[in-house]
């Protein structure tokens, strides 16, 4: 058995020296690797125009200063013997123009033996940017469109050389309301390139059924990473819309009922749209619009008062009119004035409103007649309130007109002037006849003394004492001579 423990260890040591023999070749030979060379150039972002002077820093592992040289009049440069990259670490290169603009190149490669071409562009530091446009509105009909200008000038004031590059993208509530166009080129999204420090470009092509209302254009210098943006605003030409009007039961129209949109999902149910343009309320004459939505079928619900009802429609292109009938119809509501003795009033003056959730709206006003009564007829079911007015005090009374109520008779009671007002009987004094005590509460009884008592009560002392005590005996019987 120990001889074949001996031989594992052996086994073991031999091939630790292999590995590190190995570890210590390859090391030899990779620094034993010719080196490389780096040719390179460094111009205006036009490619062609080459710039003297720059400094031009060579990074190796962890972005270190490997090397640094200066370009010459034509502004190329040079780097030779140097060290070929691994899989593990490679170069950049960082080149300055004074205080006019730099680049960073991505990271390459240097080959053993080898020379690596790099063309660098160097972009200015970005002083000024402007994007501007001749107004804020578009009008969505398909072929207007807005004429915009991007201009960029350097650290020294002057506009940016040739080829510096703007990127221009779009943000809306719905993907891509319309496209940018310069020149040959036009899209949803585009790059350009600036020519004399400017960029010309217009945007359009909004179509007149878009579900936008607006979009932000905006404008990115893609070497500095600076960005502008401009909001604008679309004037709908054409929109889908949904109009009607809500009528009651005897085909007269329902003022200021309630109505929301609804839209099918495809697949179960409908579900509230609050996308569109348009109210909850009919107006005054009862009737309604939505506006700008997408096509599909759609549901209109109003109600007025308890009464509730629907109508759909399916909406492809255009303007759809949608009525809808609530279950309503009219009936009366009368009574009379009396004050608090039965006494009829006459010429009370007696206001009916309806009411609108937490809004009273006034309806019409009458006099009580000489018998008291008064009457409001033709009223649409729903809810009112109707008050009294007579001699300075006011009453008013809630009341529902429905299909199950279609005529409703209440009394108003007015305080009549020459009644004695009820004196308040005084609190009674303490005496004799009349003397009260608070009561006290009773004395409680010691429940009995019981073992039962006596365990529930002190049960979990005498658990812990006669742990204690057994804790002691174990430790005595330990330190017992034996």
């Given amino acids: 058995m120990k001889i074949c423990l001996r031989s594992f260890y052996f086994i073991i040591v031999i091939i630790i020296i292999i590995l590190c023999a190995l570890q210590s070749v390859t090391g030899v030979a990779q620094a034993d690797a010719p080196p490389g060379m780096i040719l390179g150039r460094a111009t205006m972002p036009d490619e062609s125009t080459g710039i003297a002077g720059c400094e031009v820093q060579l990074l190796s592992h962890g972005d270190i200063v ?27 290169l ?62 020294n004031g002057k506009p940016v050389p040739d080829g510096v590059h703007v990127a221009f993208t779009q943000d809306s509530d719905y993907p891509n309301p319309g496209r940018f166009f310069a020149g ?24 007149g059924d878009t579900l936008s209302r607006g979009v932000r254009l905006n404008a990115e210098c893609v070497e500095s990473g600076d960005t502008r943006a401009i909001d604008i605003t679309f004037d709908l030409a054409s929109p889908n819309v949904i109009e009607g009007t809500v009528y009651d039961a005897t085909g007269r129209t329902v ?36 506006s700008v939505m997408p096509a599909g079928t759609y549901r209109v619900t109003a109600n007025d ?12 292109r255009g303007k759809y009119t949608l009525d809808v009938v609530l279950p309503m119809d009219r009936g009366t509501i009368h009574g009379w004035v009396k004050d608090n003795k039965g006494n009829l ?22 006099l009580s007649a000489p018998d008291g009564s008064f009457i409001f007829n033709d ?52 005496g004799p006849g009349n003397a009260s005590a608070t009561p006290r509460p009773p004395t409680p009884t010691p429940p009995p003394v019981t073992p039962g008592y006596l365990i529930s009560t002190y049960g979990v002392a005498l658990g812990a004492m006669a742990l204690v005590c057994a804790v002691v005996l174990l430790i005595v019987l330990r330190l017992r001579p034996k």
């Avoid at 490997?66 to 950049?92: C, K, L, M, Q």
């Avoid at 040959?184 to 179509?207: F, P």
């Avoid at 309630?258 to 749209?273: E, I, N, P, T």
């Avoid at 009464?307 to 429609?313: D, G, P, R």
């Fill in 255 to 290: 003022p200021f009922a309630s109505v929301a949109l609804y839209r099918w999902d495809g697949v179960s149910k409908y579900v509230v749209y609050n996308r569109s343009d348009g109210s909850g309320k009919c107006d005054a004459n009862g009737t309604y619009r939505f």
């Fill in 66 to 92: 490997y090397a640094r040289t200066t370009t010459d009049s034509e502004g190329n440069f040079i780097f030779t013997n140097v060290e070929p990259s691994t899989d593990t670490w490679h170069y950049r």
């Fill in 94 to 155: 960082i080149i300055k123009d004074r205080n006019w603009g730099q680049s960073v190149t991505q990271l390459f490669d240097v080959v053993s033996n080898s020379t690596t071409i790099v063309a660098v562009r160097v972009y200015p530091y970005i002083h000024s940017f402007s994007f501007v446009s001749e107004r804020q509105e578009l009008r969505a009909d398909g072929s207007s469109v807005l004429n915009m200008t991007v201009a960029l000038f350097d650290v």
């Fill in 345 to 366: 009033v006459e010429a009370a003056q007696v206001t009916l409103f309806r009411s609108y959730g937490t809004t009273l709206s006034k309806m019409a006003v009458n």
């Fill in 184 to 207: 040959e080129a036009n899209g949803t999204g585009l790059t350009l390139a600036t020519k004399g420090g400017r960029i010309v470009l217009t945007y359009g092509a909004v179509s």
């Fill in 305 to 316: 008062s308890t009464f509730v009802n629907s109508s759909t429609v399916t909406v492809a």
């Fill in 379 to 430: 009223v649409w079911y729903g809810h009112y309130d109707v008050q009294a007015v007579y001699a300075g005090q006011t009453v008013d009374v809630s009341v529902i007109l429905d299909e199950s109520r279609t005529s409703v008779t209440l009394p108003l009671l007015i305080d009549a002037s020459d009644v004695t007002p009820t004196p308040v009987p005084a609190k009674p004094t303490p």
